[in-house]
């Protein structure tokens, strides 16, 4: 595998909104290969979305995508040695790592919240993003900060 990128699996559908983005979100919400439960604690959110916003027009999972994208990180910054010195080099992200970061953010901060149980977390952090607030969209411009802050070194990109 050194030279060679592993096959991207094909991912299925969710059963509910036949959307392929939920899929990947409930895999990275699962906790021991326990699918279903992430499935329910995914599905209960959006009932709860359903239940607060029934005056907004949007579908829960209108909410819940543009949520993602209020989060999704433009740039970041990696770091890079140049002659005994370690330079944060600001880079773009690679679309795929952008969804997967903002899902990864999402869930961390929604774990980390005071609360019930996870459905109640999870649809108080998508609320919380959606209305551009909240643990996850705070990482996403602290992101954007340090990069900025670091914009001197971007001619060392590799």
């Known amino acids: 595998m050194r030279k060679s990128k592993p096959k991207a699996r094909i991912l299925l559908p969710d059963p509910k909104f036949n959307d392929t983005l939920v899929t990947r979100f409930v895999n990275d919400l699962m906790v021991d290969g326990k699918k279903n439960l992430a499935y329910r604690v995914f599905y209960d959110a959006m009932e709860i979305l359903a239940a607060k916003n029934k005056e907004e027009e949007k579908t829960p999972l209108e909410i819940w995508k543009?949520?993602?994208?209020?989060?999704?990180?433009?740039?970041?910054?990696?770091?890079?040695?140049?002659?005994?010195?370690?330079?944060?080099?600001p880079m773009e992200v690679n679309p795929r790592?952008?969804?997967?970061?903002?899902?990864?953010?999402?869930?961390?901060?929604?774990?980390?919240?005071?609360?019930?149980?996870?459905a109640e977390k999870l649809s108080q952090?998508?609320?919380?993003?959606?209305?551009?607030?909240?643990?996850?969209?705070?990482?996403?411009?602290?992101?954007?900060?340090m990069a900025e802050a670091n914009k001197a070194f971007a001619h060392f990109r590799f």
């Open 125 to 145: 952090e998508i609320m919380a993003a959606y209305n551009e607030e909240g643990g996850a969209f705070k990482k996403k411009e602290e992101t954007h900060r």
């Open 66 to 89: 543009k949520a993602l994208e209020n989060v999704t990180p433009m740039v970041e910054v990696k770091s890079r040695r140049i002659g005994g010195a370690t330079f944060q080099v």
């Open 97 to 118: 790592r952008k969804t997967a970061i903002s899902i990864r953010n999402m869930i961390k901060y929604a774990r980390q919240r005071s609360g019930k149980n996870m």
